[in-house]
């Protein structure tokens, strides 16, 4: 019998560089960013940063402002 088929490799997250789950929207993307991406999408949502519109997006931190992570998800290149 043949070897089992070696997994994917994925690029981290392009948003949070979180373990990526595939291409999603068109870029790398983990399932948490690609979730979050649609719902904003689909639901039309409108954010607002708490600070200078220039939060930190990682692993850790990016629940914490909503703003900044979709502006973070179109700067790298997600779409609809």
């Known amino acids: 019998p043949s070897p089992p088929p070696l997994p994917r490799i994925y690029k981290p997250c392009f948003v ?28 039309n949502m409108v954010y607002t940063c708490h600070r200078d519109k ?9 629940n914490r402002c909503q703003y900044c992570r979709l502006q973070k998800c179109f700067e790298v290149g997600m779409s609809k």
């Open 54 to 62: 220039n939060c930190i997006i990682n692993k850790v931190t990016r």
């Open 16 to 43: 949070c560089q979180d373990k990526s789950s595939g291409y999603h929207y068109g870029v790398s993307a983990c399932e948490g960013c690609k979730g979050f991406f649609r719902r904003s999408i689909q639901k």
